[in-house]
């Protein structure tokens, strides 16, 4: 049994598969999950597991080189914004929201959040420890 670390053995066998630059994505209750990728599936409740709680969770056990958000994120979710420039810095590219939907097909897999405010998602890309 892992002592430390992300305990969810899915989450954690994505994490160890990840090479450079791939991509796995933190997304609200209602990111769609394109055809093909891995859903991993972690709401329980409106609300529960936060996007917050996830996306620290994942940071605290993934090397990342790059995040990617929706740029409505900004306007229409100001303190999930604040929060994603507080965990990652200025690390952060931003597209349309369509644009992201599109890149979400080349993740390696989603997990999906029990986050209900507007634009809770990101794209983490893997970098390397050394």
């Known amino acids: 049994m892992k002592r430390?670390?992300?305990i969810n053995s899915s989450i954690a066998k994505v994490l160890v598969d990840l090479g450079h630059t791939d991509y796995i994505v933190i997304g609200d209750a209602g990111l769609p999950v394109p055809a093909g990728v891995l859903k991993i599936d972690?709401?329980?409740t409106p609300g529960t597991p936060s996007f917050q709680d996830v996306v620290r969770a994942v940071h605290d056990d993934m090397v990342i080189e790059k995040v990617i958000a929706a740029n409505e994120i900004i306007e229409k979710n100001p303190e999930q914004h604040l929060f994603m420039k507080q965990e990652?810095?200025?690390s952060i590219d931003y597209i349309?929201?369509?644009e992201?939907?599109?890149l979400t097909r080349k993740a390696k897999a989603v997990i999906r959040?029990?986050?209900t405010t507007p634009y809770s998602n990101c794209i983490l890309q893997?970098?390397?420890f050394f």
Do not use: D, M
């Open 4 to 6: 430390h670390g992300i």
């Open 100 to 102: 992201f939907k599109v």
């Open 88 to 90: 990652f810095g200025e």
């Open 42 to 44: 972690v709401a329980l």
């Open 96 to 98: 349309s929201h369509e």
């Open 126 to 128: 893997s970098g390397v």
């Open 113 to 115: 959040t029990g986050e």
